[in-house]
């Protein structure tokens, strides 16, 4: 194809400059094949990143290629005002991972619009207006999920997203009460607690929180309640256990639906269960998915129940790409090889290990703060000490990044400053690909460390 320059110069005249690029010598990358990508000079990279979190069965998987090409050499796109066979293969498939009464699915293009969609439900359906979501969280960059994403990186200076509120994150590491037991994960937080056995004050304490919220910023009656059940973009943040449900059960006495945002956590990405509110003991009336429903494949969904989708039949509400021929063909490859090559229970195996190599590494370096996630959603929170716990500064967590980068492994960047590698590969890697990656890692920190002294 063109010379690097040459992308460069087209990039920088005819491509808009929000859309950012990682690195200082940006990647120009030319194939990809299961966990790996390869670069235009033919240099093969460990992905650990997944396209942000989106390729989980790992790229130009066999089956799910196949699946894409015979279906395009036989139909493309009728929209939905006729009846094809894969939506509806592809709707029984999906709607069947699903506890009742969860049975009803519209399909979308996207993360985004999919939040758009069950925030419109949400107020349709309860005739109320107000929504509430988490401070850190990330639903979304249209002008309608603005309102609920609650990252200052991606707000613009104009209105959006009326009758959204936010509430304080439960971020058991930064946030005010946290302790030793409080997360669903292999590894927990540094900090110390006394709670006994099946008793978390740090979930107690931000209860109060969420009640305040209820008490102060909201009306009486609210619309909803959205949550992602492990924070993405926030650099995988995790709740103390049980707060969800005790929320969920807070906002249906308010009168309004709960939402789980599974952008990033569904499809088998926790390993112990199919589904990320399922981590929490809850079954949400409404839930979102997008990213790895189609492997890198635009397309995405909402379920819920007959009686909240009924609330959209009132009148025309249409989608034109939604479950088109080829995009359903594509969802359905995605979930027999999830099911065949065993990769929810792969996440579980391999995650763990990478959770408990990488908590090493905090144990031995004093500015990586916090180890968490479950499954393939892992994040390591960098930071100047682990006492204070203040953000490590851009620059040196850049140097880490792009020395990782330069010895072969890609890994995400995430959290309010930007302090949180976020590692979330394709859900097809091995404890071998596992054990190169903190290699990597641990070098990279060793070379930090050589340059601050």
């Known amino acids: 194809s063109y010379p690097y320059e040459r992308m460069q110069k087209i990039r920088e005249q005819n491509i808009s400059p929000s859309l950012r690029m990682y690195y200082k010598k940006p990647l120009l990358l030319h194939q990809g094949h299961m966990q790996w990508l390869y670069d235009y000079e033919g240099r093969r990279y460990l992905d650990f990143f997944a396209g942000i979190v989106t390729v989980g069965v790992g790229h130009c998987h066999p089956k799910v290629t196949m699946a894409a090409q015979k279906q395009l050499a036989r139909l493309w796109h009728t929209t939905n005002i006729y009846m094809h066979p894969t939506i509806h293969e592809f709707a029984e498939k999906l709607t069947s991972l699903l506890p009742d009464p969860l049975k009803v699915v519209y399909l979308t293009n996207s993360g985004s619009e999919a939040n758009d969609l069950a925030m419109f439900m949400a107020r349709l359906y309860t005739r109320n207006f107000d929504i509430i979501s988490f401070r850190g969280a990330y639903h979304g960059g249209s002008a309608y999920t603005l309102g609920l994403t609650s990252v200052g990186l991606y707000k613009h200076g104009v209105a959006t997203g009326a009758g959204c509120s936010t509430t304080m994150l439960p971020d058991v590491f930064r946030g005010p009460w946290g302790g030793s037991h409080c997360r669903d994960s292999p590894v927990q937080t540094v900090r110390k607690c006394n709670c006994s056995e099946g008793v978390c004050h740090a979930k107690d304490q931000y209860i109060e929180q969420f009640k305040d919220t209820l008490s102060t910023t909201v009306p009486k009656t609210i619309a909803g309640f959205i949550a992602e ?74 379920v819920t129940t007959k009686e909240i989708a009924s609330s959209l039949a009132q ?52 500015i990586v703060g916090d180890v968490r996630g479950k499954g393939l959603m892992v994040g390591v929170e960098m930071v100047t000490d682990k006492c204070s716990r203040r953000p490590l500064p851009g620059e040196a967590i850049g140097q880490i990044w792009e020395d990782c980068k330069d010895m072969g492994l890609l890994i995400g960047r995430g959290g309010l400053y930007s302090q949180t590698f976020r590692i979330k590969p394709p859900m097809c890697v091995t404890k071998k690909d596992v054990d190169f990656a903190v290699e990597v890692f641990h070098t990279a920190l060793e070379r930090h460390v050589e340059r601050a002294a």
């Not at 256990?241 to 926790?270: H, M, P, W």
């Open 229 to 302: 059940p492990i924070q993405g973009v926030n650099g995988a943040v995790q709740y103390p256990r049980n707060f969800l449900k005790e929320a969920y059960q807070l906002v249906r006495e308010r009168g309004g639906v709960c939402i789980s945002d599974e952008v990033q956590t569904g499809f088998g990405r926790t390993g112990s269960h199919f589904w990320g509110f399922q981590t929490h003991d809850v079954v949400p009336d409404i839930v979102t998915m997008a990213k790895g429903i189609g492997n890198g494949f635009p397309m995405a969904a909402v």
């Open 315 to 366: 009148n025309l509400h249409f989608n034109t790409y939604g479950g088109n021929p080829l995009a359903c063909a594509i969802g359905t490859a995605v979930l027999d090889a999830i099911e065949e090559d065993g990769l929810q229970k792969n996440s579980e195996d391999v995650g763990t290990y990478m959770l408990l190599e990488l908590a090493k590494l905090r144990d031995k370096f004093e």
